[in-house]
C-alpha cells in the first residue's frame, strides 16, 4: 500500500461551480508546492469576476492487491 495526495480546486461563479479539477501526487511535499504556487499565480490573474477554491490536501491510500484492503482483511 502506498500514499498519494490530493487536493481539489472549484473555478466559482458566485455560488455556482463551473468546474472543479483533482491532481494528485506521489508526495506531500510536491502537493503543498503545487498547490502554493497555483494559489500565487492565481492571485495575480483577473478572473473576471470568477473565483478560485481550493480544498485542503487530503491523504489517501492507494492499495496494490486484494489483501492489502481492510475490508478483505477483517471479512471473515
Known amino acids: 500500500m502506498e500514499k498519494v495526495y ?3 480546486q472549484s473555478v ?3 455560488t455556482v461551480t463551473m468546474e472543479t479539477s483533482v491532481a494528485i501526487f506521489a508526495t506531500r511535499e510536491l502537493a503543498e508546492q503545487t498547490l502554493a504556487d497555483i494559489k500565487a499565480d492565481n492571485a495575480k490573474r483577473d478572473l473576471g469576476g470568477l473565483r478560485v ?3 485542503k490536501i487530503q491523504e489517501t491510500d492507494v492499495y496494490e492487491n486484494k489483501e492489502e484492503i481492510p475490508f478483505y482483511q477483517f471479512k471473515g
Open 53 to 55: 477554491r481550493y480544498g
Open 6 to 8: 490530493s487536493f481539489t
Open 12 to 14: 466559482m461563479n458566485g
